[in-house]
């Protein structure tokens, strides 16, 4: 096959997939992360070859080898969207090709091969269509895709590998936080930082994601749900929990987010959120903001709400901060007016329920 060519996939049915009433007795309360399909999807990508091998199989075990790129290298980038259960009973998607873009920019930054949108859209919706009945029915459930890919080449040494495996495997999912949208708690960190400009912040990769870990254990330690971090730099500057952005709503009605400069991932839920906040003629600030003042807006009342999004939460109220310079309470401390209308917005647009004025539901069937 031409290197730059894009293959077709060869669609390999299970040949014994989970029994229908087994199947409705996991998704009826799935949790998150827990309970997957049947089926994944695998394309494969070899240094002169190109993209290859495209299929979609039985979920099941990798083979690999210890000496596998990925374990010693840690070559690997995500990606995280949801199919979406719509209210007429269809499936849909929400803002796919902009998983597809980003993963993407995250494959260049790691000196990994650039999928192209097309491929990671069929794989999506291939994978989605075979296993459509493991969407679960109820309120906030959906589907939750993860696309990643790794270096599969067997060779050590420092290079970027020859050889990828690209997969996307399925998850029935209920809401990520237990409790649905309720007020979370969050930790400062003083210790850790999440990225440093220049680094990979700003690309969905594995290794962001296990550096916060220890500061997310530290929350938990400390009676929180989550974990800010501050800039690496100064230690001075709000930049993001360790999966989801960050916004801030004055009493003023405006809203304030700190801006993308390499060191923030770039939400797809976030920028669906500015957009909304601009629709409704709410001015939006992409700008620095301290802890310090984060702090003593909420003490004077100027800051009445704090909230964090994501795909998995997508918009969930903050209710309290925590640090070891002593603890503040965001307005209420429960779910404050833009934030509530800003999830119901959005989550209208996903189910259908409401109209999609900026084309972001991709319908599937």
Known sequence: MNADATPSFEIREHSAPVPASERTGRIADPGFGKVFTDHMAIVRYTEGKGWHDAHIQAREPLSMDPAAAVLHYAQEIFEGLKAYRLADGGTALFRP???????????ARLAMPQLPESLFLESIEKLVDIDREWIPGAEGAALYLRPFMFASEVFLGVRPAHEYLYMVIASSV?????GGAKAISIWVSDDYTRAAP??????KCGGNYAASLVAQAEAIRQGCDQVVFLDAAEHRWVEELGGMNLFFVMEDGSV??????GTILPGITRDSILTLTRDEGISVREEAYSIDQWREDAASGKLVETFACGTAAVVTPVGTVKSSAGDFQIGSGGTGQITQRMRDRLVAIQRGEAPDPHGWVKRLF
Do not use: I, M
């Open 256 to 261: 304030l987010t700190p801006p993308l400069k």
């Open 97 to 107: 090709e902009q998983n597809a873009r980003r993963f993407q920019q995250s494959a």
């Open 198 to 203: 220049g680094g990979t912040g700003a690309a």
């Open 174 to 178: 209920g809401a990520y936080f237990k």
